[in-house]
């Protein structure tokens, strides 16, 4: 019985190494949206922020410490936590995104693991598929471990399905998940997102 025990609590370890993200689909695309979403990951300005009002910057930087304190546990390198943070916060906001809505998705998808993979490949923090390096990238899916590439990656795709979907979060995050039309995903990110919402 304890060897029993033993096998079952070495295969949840096992299981608990992949990510448990979906399968996103390949899907044809537009030639129009290929190449802005081509455009949109070629982009290499660096992930800095920057702000003509004093105001947004203090609200950015209030924004940067409570979530540095919220996310220490997951990621305890101050150095590496505060260039994660800065990243999601310029990647989301570049694509229209809530950055506490990528938090959530990126919770609800890795777990804040830079290299987390799926079953089924998905790589990274938003589990971005390897097709989409071959897709609108350079044919060079090790760089989806990179996390400025990985989330960049990430927040256009959401935003073409935002698009795509015509503004429905609760569609384009089943599209981006590989679950289309089930609830399970979508609910869960949602949930998530809600831990990472900030108010001044």
Known sequence: MKALSRLAAIAMLCCSAHALAGNQKEEALADGVRVALSNAIADARPPKARFDDI??????????????????????????????LETVWYEATRAGLDPAMVL???????AFRKYAMSLVGARGYMQVMPFWTRVIGDHDPRKLFHMQTNLRYGCSILRMYLDMEQGNLYLALGRYNGSRGRSDYPNAVLAAWKRWEYRP
């Open 104 to 110: 959530g998705l990126i919770q609800v998808e890795s």
């Open 55 to 84: 105001q947004e910057r203090i609200k950015y930087l209030n924004w940067l410490g409570e979530m540095s304190g919220r996310l220490k546990r997951k990621l305890p390198d101050p150095q590496v936590r505060l260039e994660f």
